[in-house]
DNA sequence: ACCCATATATTCGGAACCGACTATCTGAGT
DNA sequence: ACTCAGATAGTCGGTTCCGAATATATGGGT
């Protein structure tokens, strides 16, 4: 059983294959609907890449141009809808997406591995920083999520706003957590030595251990 | 105070600078210590956006090339060493990854914002499954840095993994509570129905609304 | 009447990214 | 001696991605 690599990479294809599910639609209404339901928060909604990954469902028979109208002397608008095979794709898409963790390489994680270069208080001061931003994020995002939910959308549309709390308080606590182990000395510097004209570290319970 | 664009947008760049901040090396040397170093989890390692990656270095005179050698009759290796300004910009990137939260579009936030449409019953599947996959790769990733640890590795120059198995944990709870929910009826689908040739959903507590 | 900020709708060129390829060398195993 | 897997070192071309530009319509304010 070959995985044969999906035609469409670009997850923004999720979203619109989920709008045509609902019924045809624009490109230009696509980004607009994902706004308005704050599915910009999940999907990077650019319109360059959006007409480039219509263009790429089209050719991989996931949806189809349904219709092309005009209003006024305005450019035409190309109406698309989903085909049978995208409806399946999209389910087996969205399935195996939920299934398989993917390993992804977010910025923070970058950071963090080289966290000892800023030295100890230069750290603090950052993660610090850090710390108070996602405090403020997490505020506006919990306030955003009340606003949706007292408006009658059903708590399952917006799980996704969950999520991503859960996610910015796991990291917010987890900087906590290291700012804690800097300042009461359980998360210590190792010593810089220059030896043979290259740096070489030493831990201070190290008798003869060094990293390449 | 206009926050000039960074020329080098790639966080490879960023391991690059790291690299070279302790020695000159030549490109296939760098990837070579990343991954010896475990940092090809942090960093996307493809020697193809590498060499990239370099050549942007140079133009931005944030690296310099610092020597050419040949061993055999092997390709050419080209070394680079960082500049003054490089180190500089080091230190501020890295200091703003920590500082600045920065959003982003992992694949499961994609993917929960459209669990719905995966149905109870096939959304607890998938979900038990990510859950069964993550705990195996949070056995590995803790065996992997027990073993560099006990190697006499400093925990500060590894950090990062405990970060990221925090993340791993703090997401597969996560999904195992929405499990929980979706079983014993917290979390519920709303029903179905369609008016006027549209999708609409009803909330079972709705009186009249319903959701664009 | 007129202005211009915002909404409507899409196109395009250049940068970024990376898979696949080239080519040589080394060393373990037979 | 010979082979072949894996390490060494880098190039190249085709997508993919997206910022910026284009062009028209609408509506609120003076």
Chains 1, 2 share one sequence.
Request: charge should be negative.
């Amino acid at each position: 059983m070959t995985v044969r690599k999906r035609p469409v990479s670009n997850l923004l294809g999720l979203a619109v294959l989920g709008l045509l599910l609902e019924q045809p639609m624009h490109p230009y209404e696509m980004a607009a609907t994902l706004r308005e339901r704050e599915k910009d928060a999940s999907f990077k909604v650019k319109t360059g890449s959006l007409y480039d990954v219509v263009e790429s469902l089209v050719r991989a028979g996931w949806i189809a141009e349904h219709s092309t109208e005009r209003a006024g002397r305005r450019p035409e608008r190309t109406v698309y809808a989903h085909t049978e095979l995208g409806r399946k794709e999209f389910m087996s898409w969205l399935d195996e997406l939920v299934r398989t963790p993917v390993k992804e390489y977010p910025s923070f994680l970058a950071a963090v591995s080289y966290l000892g270069a800023l030295g100890p208080e230069r750290a603090v001061q950052a993660l610090g920083e850090r710390i108070a931003r996602l405090d403020e994020q997490i505020d506006e995002a919990r306030q955003a999520q009340a606003d949706v939910l007292s408006q009658h959308t059903p708590r399952l549309f917006v799980i996704e706003l969950e999520y991503a709390l859960t996610m910015a308080e796991a990291e917010r606590d987890w900087a906590r957590q290291i700012v804690g182990e800097i300042q009461n000395g359980t998360l210590t510097w190792p010593e810089l030595i220059t030896r043979e004209g290259r740096q070489v570290w030493t831990d201070h319970d190290e008798t003869e251990g060094q990293q390449a």
